[in-house]
T-cell receptor, first 117, second 117 residues
Framework: EAGVAQSPRYKIIEKRQSVAFWCNPISGHATLYWYQQILGQGPKLLIQFQNNGVVDDSQLPKDRFSAERLKGVDSTLKIQPAKLEDSAVYLC???????????????FGPGTRLTVL | AQKITQTQPGMFVQEKEAVTLDCTYDTSDPSYGLFWYKQPSSGEMIFLIYQGSYDQQNATEGRYSLNFQKARKSANLVISASQLGDSAMYFCAMREVSSGGYQKVTFGTGTKLQVIP
């Protein structure tokens, strides 16, 4: 089965520009996550979708970040305008069930490495 | 308080030797899950092993085992017979039920393991 797909893999932009990332989860997976991983740190959850509804966006900087999940499948994460501190790897992950149990692991995509100059 | 604490920023191990990576956690939820992930320099997050809070036995997956000490709230990863390909970042993560009733995953800051030939 195909894994979680993300694009682009790399992106370099200047501060105050806009950028969008795309994620296609594993087919049939109900839960989708976006994480931000700054160099040398662990992933930080930005937003979690169950089907096409948001269940947690408490750490999403809503003044500049937005995300949507189209028809409960693909998702896009947008940053507008970008700041220097947004330089990070953005990881998308998915889980099979709409309400993952404690043992349900996440399947991660390859990530998008964003550099803001 | 930190939910997940990994106190070893970096570790070295000789090839073919065993190594233990430390992880302590903090939760008041009686039902939770603990995960270890490997992140090579290529960036993808690879699931290694899972331990449930109610599991009576320590989890094992090939060369990976989890030393689960519930009373001490520790979930250390043991890698036996280290290989050069084990050189990577290792993240401990915990899944618990959030106040909103959905499962939430928190990652530690990671340990960089380097295997020496």
């Amino acid at each position: 089965e195909a894994g979680v797909a993300q694009s682009p893999r790399y992106k370099i932009i200047e501060k105050r520009q806009s950028v969008a990332f795309w994620c296609n989860p594993i087919s049939g997976h109900a839960t989708l996550y976006w994480y931000q991983q700054i160099l040398g740190q662990g992933p930080k959850l930005l937003i979690q979708f169950q089907n096409n509804g948001v269940v947690d966006d408490s750490q999403l900087p809503k003044d500049r970040f937005s995300a949507e999940r189209l028809k409960g499948v693909d998702s896009t994460l947008k940053i507008q305008p970008a700041k220097l501190e947004d330089s990070a790897v953005y990881l998308c992950a998915s889980s099979p069930r709409a309400y993952p149990g404690t043992k349900d692991t996440q399947y991660f995509g390859p990530g998008t490495r964003l550099t803001v100059l | 308080a930190q939910k997940i604490t990994q106190t070893q920023p970096g570790m070295f191990v000789q090839e073919k030797e065993a190594v233990t990576l430390d992880c302590t956690y903090d939760t008041s939820d009686p039902s939770y899950g603990l995960f270890w992930y490997k992140q090579p320099s290529s960036g993808e997050m690879i699931f290694l092993i899972y331990q449930g809070s109610y599991d009576q036995q320590n989890a094992t997956e090939g060369r990976y085992s989890l030393n689960f000490q519930k009373a001490r709230k520790s979930a250390n990863l043991v890698i036996s017979a280290s290989q050069l390909g084990d050189s990577a970042m290792y993240f401990c993560a915990m899944r618990e039920v959030s106040s909103g009733g959905y499962q939430k995953v928190t990652f530690g800051t990671g340990t960089k393991l380097q295997v020496i030939p």
